[in-house]
């Protein structure tokens, strides 16, 4: 055998020990350690901890140290969260690549919730956009709590007179997903037709209401039992995707934003006009390769096709923030609530919101 082919055997038999290793090492999930009590004296509040990746059980509610802001920060008195597919991801370590950052084998944060809405208690010596008493929603890690800071130039904005902890909570994650997905990637304008695909969840509510807000023809899919409230919010069509396939009909869209991920990224691009956007939200479930699969598939596909294809992450900001209290206080946006859960009951909310059946968003009651 030549030189160079042993070379490049050795090269493959050792990536192909590494790409074992790796899996090996992401995969690991550590027994759950026993916390380690406050010490005396500590001004304690209740916050949903996890110390080791897995389901629900995971969770437990815990007495905390109060945390307390920096100088750029504000302190917040939570009085709702909400629940997002990103919280039992988080939960689970799944996909195991999140793991790389989250924590190999336990998290590295044991606090879990990603939205707020609240009272700011306490503000930062630099701080001047906020002060004690104004009531705010955004996106701060350890949600589920009682109290949380966030840095007062992150994603954070005051809550538009009239809507309630409840509103602002269920919107930050959600409604910046819908805004950026037809506003930053999909480049939606008045008059198109835009297809929501998985508009009775969470992202979908918000986006239904947003496109129709900026003058588009809105068709959502969803299933029969969601189809007058996916209607109430907007919609000109809804497609029963039990009884219709949006891919197998005549109908051309300007636009497709699919939460869903149930149909081949070629299917979704033959129903597009010859210079649509697909815009790709979600993804199939697993472990492995299943959520990263449109990750991959996207890009390779895109030469080959005159459509846009997108994957998309959010990035919650202030100012997309206030665009959303913006809509909020027109009347144009409003939040679709499924149903409400005490604090205490978090693991329920997360084991309710895996399955998939919620309709609009799941809140969380801090009980204060």
């Known amino acids: ?111 879990l919730g990603a939205d707020f809405a609240g009272v700011v208690e306490a503000v930062g010596r630099n701080v001047t956009r906020f002060e004690a008493g104004d009531a705010v929603f955004g996106v701060g890690r350890g949600s589920f709590g009682e109290y949380v800071t966030k840095h007062a130039d992150g994603s954070i904005a005051k809550i538009p007179p009239g809507a309630s902890f409840a509103d602002g909570a269920a919107m930050p994650i959600a409604g910046v997903t819908a805004l950026q997905a ?62 219709a396939n949006y891919t197998e009909e005549d109908e051309q869209y300007d636009l497709i934003v699919d939460m869903i991920g149930n149909h081949p990224i070629s299917a979704n691009a033959d129903v597009l006009a010859p210079d649509g956007r697909l815009v790709i939200v979600g993804g199939e479930k697993g472990d492995w390769i299943g959520p990263l699969s449109n990750m991959i598939k996207a890009p390779l ?21 206030a665009e959303l209290a913006r809509l909020m206080e027109k009347g144009q946006l409003v939040s679709v609530i499924d149903t409400t859960y005490p604090l205490a009951e978090v693991p329920d909310a997360i084991a309710y919101s895996e399955s998939g059946r919620a309709r609009g968003k799941i809140i969380i009651d801090t009980g204060m």
Not at 82 to 96: A, E, F, I, T
């Open 1 to 111: 055998m030549k030189l160079r082919y042993k070379i490049l055997l050795g090269f493959v038999a050792l990536l192909g020990t590494a790409i074992v290793a790796l899996a090996a090492t992401v995969r690991y999930t550590a027994d759950c350690a026993p916390g380690a009590a406050e010490p005396a004296g500590t001004e304690l509040v209740r916050a949903i901890r996890y110390r080791c990746y897995g389901g629900p059980d995971v969770l437990e509610l815990e007495d905390i140290a109060k945390p307390v802001p920096g100088d750029d920060e504000v302190l917040v008195r939570v009085m709702a969260a909400s629940v997002n597919p990103l919280d039992w991801h988080y939960m689970r370590g799944s996909p195991y690549v999140m793991r790389l950052d989250a924590g190999i084998g336990a998290p590295k944060d044991d606090r």
């Open 301 to 321: 596909m895109s030469p080959f096709v005159d459509q846009a294809l997108i994957v998309m992450l959010a990035h919650p900001s202030g100012d997309d923030l």
């Open 182 to 243: 037809l506003r930053d990637h999909g480049r939606l304008e008045a008059g198109q037709r835009v297809l929501i695909n998985g508009a009775s969840g969470g992202v979908g509510t918000y986006a239904v209401q947003i496109a129709k807000a900026w003058g588009a023809n809105v068709t959502g899919v969803c299933s029969e039992r969601n189809r007058e409230m996916v209607l109430s919010l907007g919609a000109d069509r809804v497609i029963d995707y039990r009884q």
